[in-house]
């Protein structure tokens, strides 16, 4: 399985992004697909997490109704919709595979895969 990010860009505080990731064929590799991101010098930032088998989303608390995390039919796609785009969401973001999600998104520290990764910037 290989992922594949796209979508990111610069945008005004207050914007709104559509993020891609190409992951055919992650069902067969985790139980677990979402997004993280990581900002200069700062940790992993778990997003958001859907549990394959059941499709039960979660949303870390910075979300606040922001994300919405969609994959398509096929299950080829993941995306995530990014809306009222704050200065501090500015990271690259990834696509990842992880072994389960918690209350707040992908388990960052149990990854099995991740993309390149595309660059949010939220400019003022």
């Known amino acids: 399985v290989q992922l594949m990010e796209s979508g990111g860009g610069l945008v005004q505080t207050g914007g709104s992004l559509r993020l891609s990731c190409a992951a055919s064929?992650?069902?067969?590799?985790?139980?677990?697909i979402g997004w993280f991101r990581q900002a200069p010098g700062k940790e992993r930032e778990a997003i958001t997490c859907?549990?394959?088998?059941?499709?039960?989303?979660t949303y870390a608390d910075f979300v606040e109704g922001r994300f919405i995390l969609s994959i398509n039919y096929a299950k080829t796609m993941v995306y995530l919709q990014l809306t009222r785009l704050r200065l501090e969401d500015t990271a690259v973001y990834y696509c990842?595979?992880?072994?389960?999600?918690?209350?707040?998104?992908?388990?960052?520290?149990?990854?099995?895969?991740w993309g390149q990764g595309t660059l949010v910037t939220v400019s003022s």
């Open positions: 990842a595979l992880s072994s389960r999600c918690t209350e707040g998104g992908l388990e960052v520290d149990e990854l099995k895969r």
């Open positions: 064929g992650f069902e067969s590799e985790a139980n677990a």
């Open positions: 859907m549990t394959t088998t059941t499709g039960e989303t």
